[in-house]
């Protein structure tokens, strides 16, 4: 479990694709290397992934290697991203930890596309598009994860075409910054975690709603 408050972010170095997975290699820092064990959970762009070799010895110094499952690459952008490509970094929550942020699971539902990442007014204004079966979870003032940050929605466009809507979000030059968010532009893809909550409570709902019908 994550909360989408990103401190640290990676480079990818390497991504070997075989028959059945994908071998990707993420350059981080030397804290962060440190404070994690083979076996850990790490978020990359806001995807859950298991960290199975650490790497210092070879031409890339402090490494983390993941193997990623085709079921992953279909979801996510991470089989997309390239080489020296910035990620956001989000090691798991702590109990001992202060909730900031929202619950994030690190389990992405969909790929977005940016239509506009741009400075208004001292603030950067973010607008990606997002395929209606997803963008019911969203909620104006809700909390949504873009490549693993935590955001709040500020409005929902529900018709940009037959299939998708958009949501436009406000982010403060701090989170612009300190994530990849700064290197995005215009048709990048960003991985999309909706609120959980939403999901469980639809889930939940849809036997009394189909009886009642």
Known sequence: MFTG????????????????????????????WNRTDIGDSIAVNGVCLTLVKKDSKNKIPFSFIFDVVDETLDKTNLGSIGFHESVN??????????????????????VGQILQNELINDNWLLEVKIDKKWLKYCINKG??????????????????????????????????????????????TVNIETDFFGKYIEKFLKPRMDVNE
């Open 89 to 110: 970094i989000e090691t798991p929550l702590k109990l001992s930890d202060g909730l900031d942020g929202h619950i994030v699971q690190g389990h992405v539902d969909t």
């Open 143 to 188: 909390s949504i994860a873009i490549d693993g940050i935590s955001l709040t929605i500020a409005k929902i466009n529900n018709h940009y075409d037959d299939k998708c809507g958009s949501i436009s979000i406000s982010i403060i030059p701090h989170t612009h910054e300190n994530t990849n968010l700064k290197f995005k532009t215009k048709n990048d």
């Open 5 to 32: 408050i990103i401190k640290s972010s990676g480079t990818i170095q390497e991504s070997n694709k075989s028959d059945s997975k994908l071998e990707l290699w993420v350059g981080v820092n030397t804290d962060i």
